[in-house]
C-alpha cells in the first residue's frame, strides 16, 4: 500500500551503508541481493575482495548473478560478456576482435566492504563509517550468526521492534520477558549526531532449560544491564551485562531491500559458554524473529509512519519516538514516499 505521510527516503539512505549477505555465502559463484529497490550481484575478486554490481546486462538484461566468476570478470550466463570489478564490459565473445568494446556497455559498480561476516554496500558515497565493535574482531570472545530473517515490511519496523521493550513480557513471554513484570524501566535517548545512544536496566526471565543463552546467573529475579547504540538508518549495537564479568553483544543489521521487505542480520559475540553449540543460540534467535515477524508483518502501515502525530506514544516509547526525529532531522525519512512504491 502506498499512502500520504512521512516514510522511509530510500534515495536518501543510498549514501549509508547497508548489509546485503552474510560473507559465507558469496563464495565462488555470485549472489542476488536486493537494496533500495536496486537489483545487485554480489561477488569475489581473485584475492577475496567483495565486488557488487547491478545485477542487469548491459546487452539483454540478464541477471549477471546467474553467470559465473573468471578471474577478476563476472561472466553473463546468456552471451559470455565479461564484466571488470568496475562495472565495464572488456570482452564480447561475439565480436572478432572480442576486446573492441563500446565505451556504453558498462553497469554501475558501487562501494562494498566485508566486516563483522557480513558483505556490506554503499550505493552512493557514504556519510558516515560503520559502528566499531572490538569484541566482534579481536578474537577474544565467541562469535555467532544467525538469520537473515526476511520480513514483509520496511526495515525501520524491524528496527524498532529490535528496540522495543514492551512487548516482550507478551511476545516472548519466559524468554525475554515475564508477563508478571509487564513495566518498562524509565529511560533516556541521547542524539549524538547519527547515533542513538540509551542505556536501561529491565528485568529478565531466567535462562529457560532449551535456551541456556543468558549470563544471568545470580540469585533472585535476574536483571538485565543493557547499553544500545542505534546507528542511523537501521544498525544497532547492544550490550548486555548482568551485573559481573560475562558480556554479550548483539549486532544487528537491516538490510532494506525494497520500501516494504527487509532482512536482518544478527552477529552474537559472548565471553562465556564458550563451548555452547552454535546451533543452541540460532535456534534461540530464530524462535524470537519467528515471533516477531507474525506481530510486526501485521502493522499497518507496512512502513514505519515518521510523522509522530500518525500513531499515538507513550513515555516507554522514547526509542521510537528518538528514532523517527532523528530520522528526519538528518534527511532519512522524508515528507513524500520516495523511490520504489509499495504495492
Not at 563483522?116 to 554496500?121: E, M
Not at 507478551?170 to 513484570?181: A, I, N, T
Not at 549524538?192 to 541456556?212: A, Q
Not at 543468558?214 to 542511523?232: D, I, K, M, T, V
Request: glycine fraction near 10%; charge should be negative; include cysteine.
Amino acid at each position: 500500500m502506498n499512502s500520504p505521510g512521512v516514510f522511509a527516503d530510500l534515495a536518501a539512505q543510498r549514501a549509508c551503508w547497508h548489509p546485503v549477505a552474510f560473507a559465507g555465502e558469496v563464495a565462488q559463484r555470485p549472489v542476488h541481493a536486493d537494496l533500495l529497490g536496486e537489483p545487485l550481484v554480489v561477488w569475489r575478486g581473485p584475492g577475496g575482495a567483495p565486488r557488487v554490481m547491478s545485477d542487469l546486462c548491459v546487452h539483454r538484461g540478464t541477471a549477471l548473478s546467474l553467470g559465473w566468476v573468471r578471474g577478476d570478470e563476472l561472466v553473463c550466463p546468456y552471451h559470455g560478456w565479461r564484466y571488470g570489478a568496475d562495472g565495464r564490459c572488456v570482452a564480447i565473445p561475439q565480436k572478432e576482435d572480442p576486446a573492441a568494446v563500446p565505451a556504453k556497455a558498462r553497469v554501475r559498480a558501487f562501494r562494498a566492504q566485508e566486516r563483522y561476516g557480513l558483505i556490506w554496500v554503499a550505493l552512493e558515497e557514504p556519510r558516515w563509517p560503520l559502528p566499531e565493535v572490538p569484541e566482534l574482531e579481536n578474537g577474544e570472545w565467541t562469535v555467532v550468526p544467525a538469520g537473515p530473517y526476511r520480513w514483509r515490511c520496511d526495515a525501520a519496523r524491524q528496527v524498532e521492534n529490535f528496540t522495543d521493550f514492551g512487548h516482550f513480557p507478551w511476545v516472548h513471554p519466559g524468554l525475554l520477558g515475564d508477563p508478571e513484570r509487564p513495566v518498562v524501566p524509565s529511560h533516556q535517548v541521547r542524539a549524538d549526531g547519527h547515533v542513538l545512544r540509551y542505556e536501561i536496566v529491565r528485568p529478565e526471565v531466567p535462562n529457560s532449560e532449551d535456551f541456556p543463552v543468558f549470563g544471568n546467573e545470580q540469585a533472585g529475579p535476574p536483571e538485565r544491564r543493557s547499553r544500545y547504540e542505534l546507528h542511523l538508518p537501521y544498525t544497532i549495537v547492544l550490550r548486555l551485562g548482568w551485573g559481573g564479568q560475562r558480556g554479550m553483544v548483539y549486532f544487528f543489521a537491516s538490510q532494506p531491500a525494497a520500501a516494504d521487505r527487509c532482512a536482518g542480520y544478527v552477529v552474537i559475540g559472548r565471553n562465556y559458554n564458550t563451548g555452547q553449540p552454535d546451533q543452541v543460540i540460532r535456534e534461540f534467535e530464530d524462535t524470537i524473529f519467528g515471533q516477531d515477524q507474525v506481530v510486526v508483518e501485521s502493522q499497518r502501515p507496512e512502513r514505519v509512519p515518521f510523522d509522530l502525530a500518525a500513531e499515538l506514544h507513550l513515555r516507554f516509547d522514547a526509542v521510537a519516538v528518538a528514532y523517527r526525529k532523528a530520522m528526519r532531522d538528518l534527511g532519512l525519512a522524508a515528507s513524500t514516499p520516495i523511490g520504489i512504491s509499495v504495492e
